[in-house]
């Protein structure tokens, strides 16, 4: 990173905002940086730290949606997909008979990642005509 932004390890540590020692240190594999510190290095030199899958795409982050909140004004957990409108049968809670709120989420593990796969399949039928669809993902309830 230093030597493809051609800067010195004094140069690097002062655009980075470290001491020099730091770089040096680091270098020579007697220090681990933080995730912020190695930011701000990568950015001294003119890169970005990013997250990539197995097949090298970069992941980008999720926008965050002010108006699917839950009753009490909390985010849904960022691991479930946020289904807005649910139609009936879509709640978890449906089988209990209780009202329907405006969004919610699967929460049968199985079921949601049976869904993404149903989907991920459908939006790129196109590519995949060859490929048979994944079954058919059955409701956890009702």
Same mark, same amino acid.
């Given at each position: 990173?230093?030597?493809r932004?051609?800067a ?21 594999g007697?220090? @681990?940086p933080?995730i912020?510190?190695?930011?701000r290095?990568?950015?001294?030199a ?12 970069? =992941? ?10 839950d009753?009490?004004?909390r985010?849904?957990?960022?691991h479930?997909? @946020?289904?807005?409108?649910?139609e009936?049968?879509e709640?978890?809670?449906d089988?209990?008979?209780l ?16 869904m993404?796969?149903?989907?991920r ?6 590519k =995949?005509r ?6 058919r ?6």
């Open positions: 990173m230093r030597r932004a051609d010195s390890q004094r140069e690097l540590a002062a655009y980075a905002g470290v001491h020099p020692s730091t770089i040096g240190r680091i270098e020579a007697a220090l @681990t933080s912020a510190v190695l930011r290095l990568l950015a001294a003119g890169f970005r730290l990013a997250v990539v899958d197995e097949f090298g795409r970069v =992941l980008q982050p999720m926008r965050d949606r002010d108006d699917a909140r009753g009490a004004e985010r849904y957990p960022s479930l997909d @946020t289904i807005l409108d649910p009936p049968g709640w978890w809670a089988v209990y008979g009202a329907r709120p405006p969004e919610t989420f699967y929460r049968n593990r199985a079921y949601r990642d049976a993404r796969r149903r989907s399949w459908e939006v790129r039928v196109a =995949l060859h490929v048979p669809p994944p079954p993902a059955v409701p956890p309830y009702g």
